[in-house]
């Protein structure tokens, strides 16, 4: 699901841009998505100084490299919340923030409710399903009929 997810992003987000270098540092990014990641870990990937690809991102995407990649970290956090089960804090520890609380707060911030709230909204339908032996998915007979 969320290789599924990076690939959709690489591609849209590829698509936008003309530099080669916001186009390595967009695959970076999704790539490493999971981990703490920093200016100065992008200009070493490219050989360019932290100030300069800082100027050349804010230019082409109009976001500053952190903005940008907390927005990316929360894009997927939604999907996470949406799709998964996962508990808070293991979205926050997946996603490298520094504490739960501060997901909270980056998230709230971006999308404009908690992340507990966005799971009530959004959550996927689990489906009132069992299955067979066979593996077959039959409704739930709750004794109604």
């Keep these: 699901m969320v290789l599924d997810y990076t690939e959709k992003m690489r591609r849209i987000r590829r698509s936008d841009t003309n530099s080669k270098h916001i186009n390595v540092c967009k695959e970076y990014i999704y790539s490493h998505i999971k981990e703490r990641i920093t200016i100065e870990d992008l200009a070493d990937t490219l050989g360019v100084s932290a100030s300069y690809l800082s100027r050349l991102f804010k230019k082409e995407t109009g976001d500053s490299v952190s903005v940008y990649i907390r927005r990316q970290k ?18 926050a520890n997946r996603l490298s923030f520094s504490s739960q609380s501060h997901f909270i707060q980056q998230f709230r911030e971006i999308v404009g409710m908690t992340p507990k709230k966005y799971r009530d909204a959004y959550h996927a339908i689990q489906w009132d399903m069992e299955t067979d032996a066979l593996g077959n998915t039959h409704k739930q007979n709750d004794g109604k009929t």
């Design 74 to 91: 929360i894009e997927l956090a939604k999907n996470l919340l949406q799709y998964s089960d996962y508990s808070m804090i293991d979205i």
